[in-house]
């Protein structure tokens, strides 16, 4: 199955964590095999709502063959303030990992590439503004062979495993 565009149909010009939340909204529900998500900082305007974990939840009950991979600079500032992904992540590890970039102090833009079709774009992780969505996007498969590479070099993060006790 893919990804409808709908509303996103082309790229649509993101301009704050307003559109940002619909765009997600509107695409994550429809994710059925991959999910790259490159966050340098793990955000909580956008990531860690109620609707994004649903739809992550979902879409790893749906298949045993989904997979989940985020990169973050640092997970720190989300494990002490109780990042909802954080908690998805440890519920479901066979499915959803998340590892920290090599080299923190490269990453500028943060993205995600759903089922390595639809594409939500920040250039500067650290604004909101010159974002992009496409449902259909050609950048997707460049995005998806360079977030692969990041992830061949990314580090463990021992704050992230699940604790037993």
């Known amino acids: 199955m893919y990804v409808t565009c709908g509303e996103y149909d082309g790229h649509h ?11 997600a909204d509107h695409l994550l529900p429809q994710g059925r095999r991959t999910l790259r998500i490159l966050a340098p900082e793990l955000d909580f305007e956008l990531l860690s709502r109620e609707s994004v974990v649903s739809a992550l939840a979902t879409m790893v009950r749906v298949s045993p ?25 440890r519920r479901f590890t066979s499915y959803i990992d998340m590892r920290l970039l090599d080299d923190p102090e490269s990453s500028g833009p943060a993205w995600l590439v759903l089922d390595e079709r639809a594409v939500i774009w920040r250039p500067d992780y650290r604004s909101w503004k010159d ?35």
């Not at 050609?138 to 021992?158: H, I, M, T, V």
């Open 13 to 23: 010009l993101l301009e704050n964590p307003s559109h940002f939340q619909a765009a």
């Open 131 to 165: 974002g992009q969505v496409c449902g259909l996007d050609p950048r997707a498969g460049q995005l998806c062979r360079e977030f692969d590479d990041l992830w061949e070099r990314s580090l463990p993060d021992p704050e992230l495993r699940r604790l037993h006790l």
């Open 65 to 89: 063959k989904t997979r989940i991979r985020i990169l973050l600079a640092d997970s720190s500032s989300a494990v002490q303030r109780g990042h909802l992904l954080i908690g998805l992540a």
